[in-house]
């Protein structure tokens, strides 16, 4: 079954550094995304990415963050100058197509540690 | 203002019995609703979609009302692999492009 995949599982950055966070969605979904979710925190969208563009952001996705899809399979989300508090699970997810019924697959996420 | 509100739990129940989890969201625009599964340090996994007429699979029944902008989970016959956090999520849709908005989860731990 096709699965979405992350790298790394891990990352520790110090703060003030740069991070890149890499994804492979599946390989016939139009639609990505990137989620975060702080420790004991809900899961929080970020922004979603369909046709080599940013479709969709929340007010957390601000100028230190960025996505690029900078091949035919990867799917990346930058983050220029991290902060303590980016330390969290990032979450990226495809899907097929937007609208109602379809479902978003989530990949095993990547857990930042800002120190 | 919180969009997607849940008991955070935890619901401790023994194995064999039923539980039920309810949640509310308050964007009346909202379009489609789920329910997820997320084990410990894990990503969220889609158990079910929840359909206004009720949808049943298995041991899981989900239920909606918009009217009440309320959705719910039954579970039956509680297993010990049942153990997790329920996210209830609501997806909107803006100018076409849809975004999941998640609630802060309930615990569930079956014991034996």
């Known amino acids: 079954e096709p699965e979405v995949t992350q790298t790394p599982s891990h990352q520790v950055t110090q703060m003030g550094q740069e991070v890149i966070l890499r994804c492979v969605p599946i390989s016939n979904h139009l639609y990505f995304y990137w989620y975060r979710q702080i420790l004991g925190q809900k899961v929080e969208f970020l922004v979603s990415?369909?046709?080599?563009?940013?479709?969709?952001k929340s007010e957390i996705f601000d100028d230190q963050f960025s996505v690029e899809r900078p091949d035919g399979s990867n799917f990346t989300l930058k983050i220029r100058s991290t902060k303590l508090e980016d330390s969290a699970m990032y979450f990226c997810a495809s899907s097929r197509l937007a609208g109602p019924s379809y479902e978003q697959y989530f990949g095993p996420g990547t857990r930042l540690t800002v120190t | 203002r919180k969009e997607v509100e849940q008991d955070p739990g935890p619901f401790n129940v023994p194995e064999g019995a039923t539980v039920a989890f309810n949640c509310t969201y308050s964007n009346s625009a909202s379009q489609s609703f789920f329910w997820y599964r997320q084990d410990c340090r894990k990503e969220p996994k889609l158990l079910m979609s929840v359909y206004s007429s009720g949808n049943e699979d298995g041991r899981f029944t989900a239920q909606l009302n918009r009217a009440s902008q309320y959705i719910s989970l039954l579970i039956r016959d509680s297993k010990l692999s049942d153990s997790a956090t329920y996210l209830c999520?609501?997806?909107?849709?803006?100018?076409?492009?849809?975004?999941?908005?998640f609630g802060k989860g309930t615990m569930l731990l079956v014991s034996p």
């Open positions: 990415f369909y046709n080599n563009e940013i479709s969709e």
């Open positions: 999520v609501v997806k909107s849709s803006n100018s076409g492009y849809s975004t999941l908005t």
